[in-house]
């Protein structure tokens, strides 16, 4: 019940294109769903992050979609670039400190 | 603003070994995480350490072990190594650690012959 499952594992994406990325959770419990970023030879860096209260966050180019009941949540990049080829990590939480994260999801963005 | 700073940022052991990894948080910060990545696993919490005092276990067994110091800094450490603890391990640092965006060290690459 503490899993976080994220789909799919690797992406290839045309530059200006959009990203789509996936995670569904079971425990009812998480309240906070951030979004990291991960770049080779770096630690994660938050990207964004919503609380279930709401249905959708925008920042940037960076979306995500949230629905409560299917108990899923989705990360979109839109006009992709290649500077967005990165490793990408769904998160969920209900207590401070403890992340569950996704399995990461390998961005490529092809010029 | 010094970031999350990890050291050292790569280790060599070998099985039976013990070693510390060493984890100084943003300045201010007094919540301090530890996660493992590995390939097969992805990123694991290990525990968490707010104002000294353990307050967050992850499912890792008794070698794995941490402590936070009275400036926040943080040190793991895990004894009588195994091959499969060979692993980047992650700091990340928080104000209080609850719900709110983490900062993460660039980690320490360990290899275990």
């Known amino acids: 019940q503490q899993q976080v499952k994220q789909s799919p594992q690797s992406l290839i994406v045309q530059k200006g294109g959009i990203s789509i990325i996936n995670c569904a959770y079971e425990?009812?419990?998480?309240?906070?769903f951030p979004w990291y970023q991960q770049f080779p030879g770096k630690g994660p860096a938050l990207l964004i992050a919503?609380?279930?209260?709401?249905s959708e966050k925008k920042e940037g180019r960076f979306t995500i979609s949230f629905n409560k009941s299917a108990k899923q949540f989705s990360l979109h990049i839109m006009d992709s670039q290649p500077g967005d080829s990165a490793t990408y990590f769904c998160?969920?939480?209900?207590?401070?400190?403890?992340?569950?994260f996704g399995q990461g999801t390998e961005l490529s963005v092809k010029p | 603003k010094a970031g999350v700073t990890q050291t050292p940022r790569y280790l060599i052991k070998t099985r039976g070994q013990q070693v510390t990894l060493s984890c100084s948080p943003i300045?201010?910060?007094?919540?301090v995480s530890w996660y493992q990545q590995t390939p097969g696993q992805g990123l694991q919490f290990l525990f968490e350490?707010?104002?000294?005092?353990?307050?967050n276990k992850g499912n890792f067994p008794g070698r794995f072990s941490g402590r936070q110091f009275s400036n926040s800094r943080s040190e793991m450490n895990v004894s009588t190594l195994e091959l499969g603890d060979s692993a980047l391990y992650l700091c990340?640092?928080?104000?209080?650690?609850?719900?709110?965006?983490?900062?993460f060290g660039s980690g320490t690459q360990l290899s275990v012959l």
């Open positions: 990340a640092s928080s104000f209080h650690g609850q719900n709110e965006k983490l900062f």
């Open positions: 425990n009812t419990a998480f309240d906070y």
């Open positions: 919503i609380r279930p209260d709401v």
């Open positions: 998160a969920a939480s209900n207590q401070g400190g403890k992340l569950i």
């Open positions: 300045s201010g910060h007094r919540s």
């Open positions: 350490y707010f104002s000294e005092t353990q307050r």
